[in-house]
């Protein structure tokens, strides 16, 4: 994972709620072992017609939409499965942000842990953005600054967001976790010794 | 010890802890078993390659495979064969990883192969106060045992192989009380559509729920497994059940049920797994089973379910325009009109299976209804057994002679057309009764449409040909 840098971006605006992870990237797409292409099949069934055409109207096949970094969508966004798929089809697209006024669980620590910020924001600044979009559609620009935990409006004024403090540093000095986690070793060991394991999975075949 | 009072949640959760939460970092969290499947893992095992690291606890570790696989005939051979060369290449890796990296697997068509979520509660590998952890959301399944249960993503995957391990924020916890009893007809598929009707696809989300309550004690174990594999529909990663006699009489002499002393020092320590007296959850939701009805789904998210003698909301009934406009373009996917009834609605699909409803009990409950009946016209029904274990049992059983002479399909275990990956799949425009968990849009199949209901429910529009009251072909 790369080091975050604060940066603008426009953004394109997916003003339906409760889009789940099917809808992101559906479950014949996750037949894959690695993540790569995964990009060309994200929101495939709303982008696509059953030829495989692209669908005119969908946000994501308009002109402006090449070059898009952030996603502006309804509430609840990432609900239902924990393909972490779903923040690998929106990073192989190109989005470095979604901006939501809530996310499901399992998608926001997915999205997390692979750089994708998932940025609550307040519903009023929600219905800003899609009033700011309809004027002139994927022109309006965010500013997303992790470091003080802000994004910058179109009209200038800057909102704070907020993230836990374990993700933000991981994120913004691009580590993983499992570095972390396997610092801990000796406690985990220390662990094990003191408490015998509940099952063993050995032999059943 | 603090001598607080303690929800159930808390109690596993502290017994889990290697390291508490700070206010800088989460919470190292212990995992116990870990369930492997073909679709979430391979870039896990990419990762601890990359890395040269191993698997720490193989042995509490175990793969099937369930998503991709096909549930057509065997073979000649008694293979079960794989056309779709994606997913076998998938197969494929998965055998691989779990040769190299010494992880038991039940592969395709083996003696207990099936669905993840079937085969750990099936083995006795599924016990109270256990930590579980999948690369599957309905990994809150487990939690019918009183098991902290929870699905993770395909990173996380890799956290616990390699450290068997994971890092967590303590959740809030919520209860879900359902008083009263279910009457004839009803079951737990209709309780768990029911909740996530009234709290809606978010209104779980950050929470562990536990369900209480007379209506859920009265349940059986594969019942409990059904209401707790479906917390995530609701947004809890997790759902739980403190574990009872109905609990230890299901697990007791499974293959890895604790035997002798060892047996009696688990019931004894499972027994104290359940919420004190004056132990507080940040949330309680209330449910009266006595005058619940059999539920279905009309849209296009779980949240959007109703009792099957309603008819479907409307517009004006919504408080936002989100959730207006919600409506409006789920009921145009559905090809619905608002304030329609869904009984008399033809039917082209019906399916019986998914992790939520494939254990042995549900295919007993279809089984009651297919007796002496036959499938109407023009309607494909599919019944899949969620393992190879609750495919031998119903075959011994009966059951499967039931569900062929009525003209449904018997297949080979896995996740089928739950997932629409495997080949098993709705075509454009087709309208199924299912007794699987999500009614996404495409989820059953791009252009599928969807309507979730219990094995009773899905049994009874089987026969008719349309959506069917099932107290009406029972009474």
């Known amino acids: 994972m790369d080091k975050f840098v604060p940066y603008q971006a426009r953004y394109a605006v997916l003003p339906v709620e409760n889009v789940d992870t099917d809808q992101i990237i559906p479950a014949r797409f996750l037949k894959t072992t690695n993540k790569a292409g995964l990009g060309d099949s994200l929101f495939a069934d709303w982008r696509y017609d059953n030829d495989g055409n692209p669908n005119p109207d969908f946000v994501l096949n308009q002109p402006f939409a090449k070059g898009v970094e952030v996603l502006v969508a309804g509430n609840n966004f990432g609900c239902g499965s924990s393909r972490e798929h779903a923040p690998w089809a929106l990073q192989g697209f190109g989005f470095k942000a979604v901006l939501s006024t809530y996310f499901a669980d399992i998608f926001q620590n997915n999205a997390l842990k692979n750089g994708v910020l998932p940025i609550v924001i307040p519903e009023n600044v929600y219905n800003y953005l899609v009033e700011e979009d309809a004027k002139n559609p994927g022109h309006a620009t965010v500013s997303v600054d992790l470091e003080n935990q802000s994004i910058t409006l179109p009209d200038g004024e800057s909102i704070n967001f907020p993230i836990e403090p374990f993700a933000k540093y991981c994120v913004l000095n691009g580590v993983d976790q499992l570095g972390f986690l396997a610092s801990a070793d000796a406690d985990v060991s220390q662990f094990e010794t003191a408490r015998a394991p509940r099952v063993n999975t050995m032999g059943l075949i | ?475």
């Not at chain 2, 040769?99 to 599924?126: K, S, W």
């Not at chain 2, 562990?208 to 609701?234: F, K, P, Q, W």
């Not at chain 2, 779980?302 to 207006?324: C, E, L, N, W, Y």
Request: charged share 20%; hydrophobic share 40%.
């Open chain 2, 1 to 475: 010890m603090s001598s607080a009072p303690q929800t159930l949640f808390e109690k596993i959760w502290n017994r889990h802890m290697v390291r508490p939460e700070t206010p800088l970092t989460p919470a190292i969290l212990y995992i116990d078993l870990h369930l492997v499947h073909e679709v979430t893992s391979p870039q896990a095992f990419s990762e601890l390659r990359q890395r040269g690291l191993n698997v720490r606890r193989p042995e509490q570790t175990i793969a099937t495979m369930d998503h991709s696989t096909p549930t057509t005939p065997r073979d000649a051979n008694g293979i079960i064969p794989v056309q779709d060369v994606q997913a076998q290449a998938q197969l494929t890796q998965l055998e691989t990883n779990c040769r190299d990296f010494g992880i038991p697997l039940f592969a395709l068509g083996t003696e207990n192969q099936g669905i993840v979520h079937v085969i750990g509660p099936e083995q006795g590998l599924t016990q109270p106060g256990m930590t579980i952890v999948c690369g599957d959301s309905h990994t809150s399944t487990h939690g019918a045992f009183g098991a902290l249960a929870f699905g993770i993503g395909t990173s996380e995957v890799g956290h616990v192989l390699a450290t068997q391990c994971l890092l967590q924020s303590k959740p809030k916890t919520m209860e879900i009380r359902v008083n009263g009893r279910l009457t004839p007809g009803v079951s737990a598929k209709d309780i768990i559509l029911a909740i996530i009707a009234k709290i809606g696809v978010g209104g779980g989300t950050g929470y562990v729920v536990e369900y209480t309550g007379e209506a859920i004690r009265a349940l059986s174990m594969e019942e409990r497994m059904t209401i707790c594999n479906m917390s995530i529909e609701g947004g809890a990663r997790a759902g739980l059940i403190a574990p009872d006699d109905v609990t230890f009489n299901y697990i007791k002499g499974r293959p890895r049920a604790p035997q002798g002393a060892d047996w009696d020092a688990a019931v004894a320590d499972w027994s104290t797994l359940k919420t004190d007296p004056g132990a507080k959850y940040d949330a309680v939701v209330e449910l009266d089973a006595n005058t619940l009805v059999p539920m279905i789904t009309y849209g296009t998210n779980p949240g959007m379910g109703m009792a099957i003698t309603a008819t479907v909301p409307t517009v004006s009934d919504m408080h936002d325009d989100q959730s207006k406009a919600g409506l409006e373009k789920a009921l145009k996917y559905m090809d619905l009109q608002q304030g329609q009834s869904l009984l008399g609605k033809k039917v082209d699909v019906v399916f019986i299976g998914s992790c939520t409803n494939s254990r042995i009990s549900d295919l007993r409950l279809a089984a009651e209804v297919f007796k002496n009946r036959k499938v109407a016209d023009g309607v494909r029904v599919m019944v899949v057994p969620g393992s190879q274990q609750v495919k031998k049992q119903a075959e011994q059983e009966g059951l499967a002679d039931i569900f062929r002479q009525a003209g449904a399909e018997w297949r080979e275990a896995g996740c089928s057309m739950c997932i629409a990956m495997n080949g098993d799949q709705l075509s454009p425009g087709q309208y199924a009764v299912s007794t699987s968990n999500r009614n996404f849009e495409g989820r059953q199949g791009k252009g599928g449409r969807t309507f979730l209901a219990s094995p009773l429910t899905a049994a009874a529009s089987a026969i008719k040909g349309v959506v069917s009251d099932p107290r009406e072909i029972l009474s």
